[in-house]
């Protein structure tokens, strides 16, 4: 049995990204051990690189967890950075676009969280299964309701994850039982935040829905919070769907566009992430740019909800090239596997005549989206002094993708297999703050 001050050793190949590959020789972006050692310790990674040299300069007993072989590949965990936790009860759900889904399944579904104990139980639910999909990391949406951030960061911090969430604003169109008022979300995001950012390893996200469901004054105060807690985050929507962007511009006709209405009301720039961003506009792009704001790249839900195609290539590589982050939007995207996400990543970039390399995609889902929140001190990579947050890959996790590996020849298409064919079951075990919270089987 591991006694409390005994450190625990993961063995085996593992893979992180130390550079960015969309800009950078891909060669140089990645370090693959094939037989590595990682300490963790307090929560940390003590120690990473060759286990004979690493395991040679430890000389107390250690906790070893055995991940040597052929099948088995460890890597940093997977960061989500736009998923709705309250839509876990109506993912998959069928037949409508943005405005109308919206209206059909998701208020429908958000108002039952004014009961704290549903909020616990969906919480406890969509946590298990964003572990056991390898996430150790996600920009959370949470409901309107103060108790449905409670029962999110209860239930992160029993885990020990570190999780970015908010509170939802949204004081009009929108179900009486799911609006607040501009005075109202300014108090209760505030409670919200003295209460729980950077408390632990949790992390607060002032979450004005998107512009059409606040009014001037909403937007107003909360980019006033904003002024007040400048790290915290800030997270909303941004041209998704286009009947979306036709009804922002009526909202807002002295608004230059949907994002200069966030510009305006200090609701952009660092930590400020923005899902979708599909139908940009030049200045928009240069704006984001300019301010370093956030895009989030959402594959699965802009082909599930039929908003449009992402332009990856303009995003990361272009003049305009903003901090770029790859996410789920469960419930409007269909699956809470990353390795999942990355795949119709790359079929949306592929009908964009851009090709999604495998390093490209999981840097995107590691260090990039660390870096682009401003965390890469703290996670993403496996390196020493950074907390604990790691994954096992099980790289023959059916017999389909068992077979097909046969024919694989270098790390890079081994990863590029996963990705394309691999889903939850790939995840052998995950771990975060240093403690295995979920084993397949």
């Given at each position: 049995m591991q006694t409390a001050s005994q450190k625990t050793v993961l063995r085996g190949s593992y893979i992180t990204f130390t550079g960015n590959p969309f800009v950078e020789d891909t060669a140089s972006c990645f370090r693959h051990e094939s037989d590595g050692a990682i300490i963790l310790s307090d929560g940390k990674i003590e120690a990473a690189g060759n286990a004979d040299i690493v395991l040679a300069n430890l000389s107390e007993e250690y906790d070893l967890h055995d991940y040597r072989g052929t099948d088995k590949l460890i890597m940093p965990g997977f960061i989500d950075t736009h998923v709705h936790y309250p839509q876990t009860q109506v993912i998959g759900a069928y037949g409508a676009q943005l405005l109308d889904w919206l209206n059909k399944y998701t208020f429908p579904a958000e108002g039952a969280f004014v009961d704290k104990k549903h909020a616990d139980k969906v919480a406890e639910v969509f946590l298990s299964e964003l572990t056991k999909a390898g996430t150790t990391t996600a920009a959370i949406y949470c409901t309107v309701h103060p108790q449905s951030v409670d029962a999110f960061f209860e239930a992160s911090e029993e885990l020990g994850t570190r999780m970015i969430a908010g509170k939802v604003c949204m004081d009009r169109h929108a179900p009486d039982f799911l609006t607040d008022t501009p005075q109202s979300a300014y108090d209760d995001s505030k409670a919200l935040i003295e209460k729980w950012h950077d408390k632990g390893r949790n992390l607060y996200a002032i979450t004005p829905r998107f512009a059409p469901t606040s009014t001037h004054e909403q937007l107003e105060a909360l980019g006033a919070l904003r002024s007040e807690f400048q790290d915290v985050y800030v997270q909303s929507h941004l041209s998704e769907n286009m009947k979306e962007i036709e009804w922002v511009k009526s909202l807002f006709p002295e608004r230059d566009g949907y994002l200069d209405i966030y510009d305006h009301y200090n609701l952009t720039g660092a930590k400020s992430i923005y899902g979708h961003c599909i139908h940009m506009e030049d200045r928009e792009w240069a704006s984001m740019k300019?301010?370093?704001?956030?895009?989030?790249?959402?594959?699965?839900?802009?082909?599930?909800?039929?908003?449009?195609?992402?332009?990856?290539?303009?995003?990361?590589?272009?003049?305009?090239?903003?901090?770029?982050?790859?996410?789920?939007?469960?419930?409007?995207?269909?699956?809470?596997?990353?390795?999942?996400?990355?795949?119709?990543?790359?079929?949306?970039?592929?009908?964009?005549?851009?090709?999604?390399?495998?390093?490209?995609?999981?840097?995107?889902?590691?260090?990039?989206?660390?870096?682009?929140?401003?965390?890469?001190?703290?996670?993403g990579s496996i390196e020493t002094g950074l907390e604990a947050d790691l994954i096992v890959m099980d790289l023959k996790s059916t017999p389909l993708i068992d077979f097909r590996m046969e024919n694989v020849d270098s790390i890079e298409d081994a990863l590029f297999v996963q990705m394309i064919m691999g889903d939850d079951r790939a995840i052998q075990a995950t771990y975060a703050n240093g403690k295995k919270i979920y084993q397949k089987g």
């Open positions: 300019e301010r370093g704001t956030i895009a989030a790249f959402c594959p699965t839900s802009n082909l599930y909800i039929g908003s449009g195609l992402f332009d990856l290539e303009r995003a990361t590589l272009g003049k305009e090239a903003v901090p770029t982050t790859i996410a789920s939007d469960v419930g409007g995207g269909t699956s809470l596997s990353m390795l999942q996400t990355m795949q119709e990543g790359y079929k949306i970039a592929q009908m964009k005549h851009f090709s999604l390399s495998a390093i490209r995609a999981y840097y995107l889902a590691t260090r990039g989206g660390a870096e682009a929140l401003g965390l890469s001190d703290q996670i």
